[in-house]
């Protein structure tokens, strides 16, 4: 059964950038989409974006100016930086395995990281 | 961005009662919705996945229909296990968008 697990700091301070890293166990990271989603109270779930297998990406328009989405096969795992970070960027990263039929079909627990000075 | 807007956004419901969930897209996203289901302090977890697709372990029980803009979930026999917060998921466009979610609470 494919686990994953997100790591990194759980507080960052503001204007500063928010790295999290995902590690990938019980299965290959061939053939599958590699995402970043968040959650707050305020927005819900918000999808932040995608690594492919072949390194290719996509990430949210809303985020896209501060976000770089990297993977690391050799290591079975991929990473989020999130740059110039701000209280609204507080919430729970979740990281996640996208099948090729548009599901996420496996999940991290989901590390929550506060935007505090 | 496609707009998912779910109804209502909570429930109250008993053992036994049968449950819908409907979540409308601000556009056509043929069949490309999935459905998930959230605990308190836990991941959303898989239900339904191209409108209708029932996950493998999944009970029965969870089934999904709809096209285009219009999508139900529905759960047949309410079990306690069931009370949770459901999602919807369109991926027919980038960026993709989840419902606000519903919250189904015990009567």
């Not at chain 1, 927005?43 to 932040?48: A, S």
């Not at chain 2, 056509?28 to 959303?44: F, R, V």
């Not at chain 2, 493998?56 to 089934?63: K, L, Y």
Request: with cysteine; aromatic share 12%.
């Amino acid at each position: 059964q494919m686990q994953l697990q997100e790591s990194g700091p759980g507080l960052v301070k503001p204007s500063e950038t928010l790295s999290l890293n995902c590690t990938v166990s019980g299965g290959s990271m061939s053939n599958y989409y590699w995402s970043w989603i968040r959650q707050t109270p305020w927005k819900g779930l918000e999808w932040i974006g995608y690594i492919y297998h072949s390194g290719n990406s996509s990430y949210n328009p809303s985020l896209r100016s501060r976000l770089t989405i990297s993977l690391d096969t050799s290591k079975n795992q991929f990473s989020l930086k999130l740059t110039s970070v701000t209280a609204a960027d507080t919430a729970v990263y979740y990281c996640a395995r996208e099948a090729p039929t548009g599901n996420f079909d496996n999940w991290g627990q989901g590390t929550q990281v506060t935007v505090s000075s | 961005d496609i707009q998912m807007t779910q109804s209502p956004s909570s429930l109250s419901a008993s053992v036994g009662d049968r449950v819908t969930i409907t979540c409308q897209a601000s556009q056509d996203i043929t069949e490309y919705l999935n459905w998930y289901q959230q605990k308190p302090g836990k991941a959303p977890k898989l239900l339904i996945y191209e409108a209708s697709n029932l996950e493998t372990g999944v009970p029965s029980r969870f089934s999904g229909s709809g096209s285009g803009t219009d999508f139900t979930f529905s759960i047949a026999s309410l079990q306690p296990e069931d009370f949770a917060t459901y999602y919807c998921q369109q991926y027919d466009n980038l960026p993709i968008t989840f419902g606000q979610g519903t919250r189904l609470e015990s009567k």
